[in-house]
Nanobody, 124 residues
Framework: QVQLVESGGDSVQSGGSLRLSCVAS????????MAWFRQSPGKEREAVAA???????NFAPTVKGRFTLSQDKAENTLYLQMNSLKVEDAAMYYC??????????????????WGRGTQVTVSS
């Protein structure tokens, strides 16, 4: 059974930083692409970033240069480092696995497994 458990969400001020974690069980990170999506109230869930087993990444234009991805394969954990946070980054952040890192990486329906999310709040 695949489980993805996110953590690290918090309330921060604009310009601040957070690191989100996604611990995976039932899959091995080196064999699966992983991604982060986010959703704020009244909006569609949108792709944030993705990484494949070899370390290749994709980022949404809105976060490129501010967010980075890393993996601890020994701990089977995916990290999303978020710097220079903006009010518009506030959302529920979801970890996903089993989708494409290229191509349709930013399509929700391309990803097979999902976590329950962690909340990020950014105040001005």
């Amino acid at each position: 059974q695949v489980q993805l458990v996110e953590s690290g969400g918090d309330s921060v001020q604009s310009g601040g930083s957070l690191r989100l974690s996604c611990v995976a069980s039932g899959i091995t990170l080196s064999h699966y692409s992983m991604a982060w999506f986010r959703q704020s109230p009244g909006k569609e869930r949108e792709a944030v970033a993705a990484i494949d087993g070899g370390g290749s990444t994709n980022f949404a234009p809105t976060v490129k240069g501010r967010f980075t991805l890393s993996q601890d394969k020994a701990e089977n954990t995916l990290y999303l480092q978020m710097n220079s946070l903006k009010v518009e980054d506030a959302a529920m952040y979801y970890c996903a696995a089993g989708g494409p890192c290229g191509g349709r990486w930013n399509a929700q329906d391309a990803w097979r497994f999902w976590g329950r999310g962690t909340q990020v709040t950014v105040s001005s």
